[in-house]
């Protein structure tokens, strides 16, 4: 009879085995609780959905998974890049890039974010940037996250990126030596932006960066997806906070061009 003695695993290599088997089952359940969480997001509402629709002013369209909003009728005076926040659905911001396009004479791109979260993907302004090169002036902006990505991406793209929009953000890169136009826009219901990060990252900016306050508005409003946790009530709407935030860069950003 053949002798299996040596194929018997000793108490020692069986806990061994226990163990490695245990670390695989932990880090398994940690990466599908990942993957959970960062497939959970705040959706877009159903206003800010018809934003994604062409009208007479606007040409809205899908291409390489980005969405653009091209005024119509009317000459381009710049491209911007938009990064959206955290775990926000990025059609939520089809009605800021709307009022962009429309009132500024700006060629909006909407990026698309894998699981809507701007750190995984630091360059996606490369690609519109490269495809549209008819247009020379462009700008990248983003909310909460979202800035602190597109301040990272500027930074690295000077030879290309004429400003950077902060909306409820904050640079996370050292802005002070560049020729960047800023502007910082946040709402002063605003309960989530950590106002002692917010004002210390100021020393990361150009000495002629903007600042402006929306009165009213909160982290939220930039976008249509709904309250967000921990965020302060807004008295004004949300169309209101994203319309202000238009005549803003459109008065004082973009004059310094």
């Not at 369209?61 to 009728?73: A, H, I, M, Q, V």
Request: neutral net charge.
């Amino acid at each position: 009879m053949a002798n299996n003695k040596g194929h018997k695993l000793s108490e020692k290599q069986l806990n061994i085995l226990i163990i490695i088997g245990s670390i695989l089952l932990v880090i398994s359940a940690l990466a599908i609780a990942t993957l959970v969480s960062l497939s959970k997001c705040y959706r877009a509402t159903n206003e800010a959905r018809k934003y994604l629709n062409s009208d007479d002013t606007v040409a809205v369209n899908f291409d390489d998974n980005c969405y653009t909003f091209s005024p119509k009728n009317n000459e381009i005076q710049r491209g911007l890049v938009f990064y959206q926040g955290a775990k926000i659905e990025n059609i939520s911001y089809a009605p800021l890039l709307y009022h962009f396009a429309k009132d500024t004479n700006t060629f909006c791109v909407l990026v698309n974010m894998p699981y809507n979260f701007a750190l995984l993907d630091v360059n996606a302004a490369d690609n519109p940037i490269n495809k549209y090169a008819n247009i020379k002036q462009w700008y990248v902006a983003g909310h909460s996250l979202g800035g602190l990505v597109s301040s990272m991406y500027a930074i690295n793209h000077l030879s290309t990126i004429r400003g950077l929009i902060l909306l409820a953000s904050y640079a996370n890169a050292n802005l002070t030596t560049t020729n960047l136009n800023v502007a910082l826009i946040y709402g002063n219901q605003d309960l989530i932006l950590n106002q002692s990060i917010y004002q210390k990252a100021k020393s990361q900016l150009p000495f002629n960066y903007q600042e402006h306050i929306i009165k009213g508005g909160n982290h939220a409003g930039f976008a249509m997806y709904g309250e967000q946790e921990r965020d302060g009530l807004a008295s004004i709407s949300q169309i209101e906070q994203i319309q202000e935030t238009v005549n803003f860069c459109k008065n004082n950003l973009f004059t310094n061009e």
